[in-house]
């Protein structure tokens, strides 16, 4: 059975919903055919699409720019058509140019975890087009994570943020359609005119590695599947002064600091009980990011292997490593600073609530979070059903 991202349904439809009218485009280069042609090569060069518009989220159009740096608007230099960000002084897309559309085409690919900001940026151009009366289509594409795991914290209302705008736990199980869907009429103030072109074949037990699809990493720093194994968990590393492996080969499957003692921290977490209950080995490892933390500084750390994907747990895994450091390098670890606006830290922010930080402060086990974090993600499936588009 052939796996059709939205895109490839699109066109085999003939591009019909698209006839007629003036098209504005979100995408990077992580959206593309089975033969790896982008979203945006196949509808620019599309007789019977008139795009005139693109639009650019985190890491922009080309999808080349590091993270949590703002985008510029700038021309197309292959089209002439105008890249319009949505990743710089708003997010939203200006009303002069909703003026001159009749529908955004969205077409990217999501790694299904809360903090990822593309299904986000979608979430405030829904907003925009209900304003505006502009038609949204989404093209659907696969969740690499599969679409049955639904874990982990859930986000209170008062941390929302480009890293998670609502009630959602860290693991989905959704597609972007499916989110956006949900987003759209759980959340959204006015609702959107939305229209979803969903894959074919796709079902919910399917990672990726079971659709025979292409991988083009969808920004930076998610350079191939392995790291989305460890994703959900390492991303809290970002909100610490720890190098979560930005600048490096392994982004997010490494993590240390000048700072840190790689040989006697592998030691005591290839020690921890949890250690063998959730799938994993350490390594110690030496490394050098080219930027990012502790740009062209020598760290030490610890490079977290798979060994057993049935057992793996990514989010406990992670906040344990967390936790470990704190507790063995208290001098050195610090939390990043509060946003001076809102005063709720970047680790905050990723977690959805203060919860996660004061547990580790306090020394109480990760694992006496996890009850709650069921309740909530069970309540979340049930929230989830009525959006499902692949049973």
């Known amino acids: ?18 006839h007629g009218l003036r098209v504005g485009l979100l995408t990077n280069p992580s959206a593309v055919d089975r033969d790896l042609q982008s979203a945006y090569y196949v509808l620019s060069n599309e007789p019977n699409v008139n795009l005139v518009a693109l639009f650019a989220p985190e890491h922009g159009f080309t999808g080349a720019v590091p993270d949590s740096l703002k985008i ?12 319009y960000s949505l990743y710089g002084e708003s997010y939203k897309p200006a009303s002069e140019i909703l003026e001159n559309l009749d529908v955004i085409v969205c077409d990217i690919q999501d790694i299904g975890v809360r903090y990822y900001t593309f299904v986000w940026t ?13 038609t949204v289509v989404l093209l659907d594409r696969p969740n690499p994570l599969g679409g049955k795991k639904v874990y982990g914290p859930c986000l209170e209302d008062e941390f929302s943020s480009l890293v998670g705008r609502y009630s959602v736990p860290v693991l989905h199980g959704l597609t972007l359609g499916e989110l956006t869907w949900m987003i759209n009429e759980t959340f959204n103030p006015r ?20 659709t025979n699809l292409p991988w083009v990493p969808p920004s930076p720093n998610i350079p191939h599947l392995n790291t989305l194994q460890h994703y959900s968990g390492a991303c809290f590393v970002e909100g610490t002064n ?20 790689g040989l006697k921290l592998a030691h005591h977490l290839n020690a921890q009980d949890w250690c063998h209950i959730y799938g994993t080995r350490f390594r110690p490892i030496t490394f050098k990011p080219t930027d990012s933390k502790y740009a062209n500084e020598f760290c030490e750390g610890v490079q977290v292997y798979i060994m057993d994907k049935q057992q793996w747990q990514p989010i406990k895994t992670w906040l344990n490593i967390i936790a470990i450091i704190y507790e063995m390098f208290t001098d050195d670890f610090q939390w990043l600073p509060a ?16 919860k996660i930080r004061q547990a580790i402060e306090d020394g109480t086990p990760i694992s006496r979070l996890v009850p709650e974090w069921l309740i909530d993600s069970e309540e979340f499936r049930r929230n989830r059903r009525p959006f499902l588009l692949y049973e």
């Open 242 to 261: 720890l190098s979560e492996g930005r600048g490096t080969t392994l982004p997010f499957e490494i993590v240390g600091a000048p700072w840190v003692d």
């Open 191 to 210: 609702l959107a005119r939305l229209s979803i072109i969903p894959c074919e074949h796709w079902e919910r037990d399917m990672t990726w590695g079971k």
């Open 1 to 18: 059975m052939i796996i059709k991202s939205g895109l490839e349904v699109l066109r085999q439809n003939g591009y019909k919903p698209l």
């Open 339 to 354: 946003n001076a606006k809102t005063g709720i830290s970047h680790f905050d922010r990723l977690a959805g609530s203060r």
């Open 122 to 134: 979608i979430s405030h151009v829904l907003e925009a087009a209900a304003e505006h009366d502009v």
């Open 72 to 83: 510029e608007n700038r021309k197309d230099p292959l089209t002439g058509l105008p890249i």
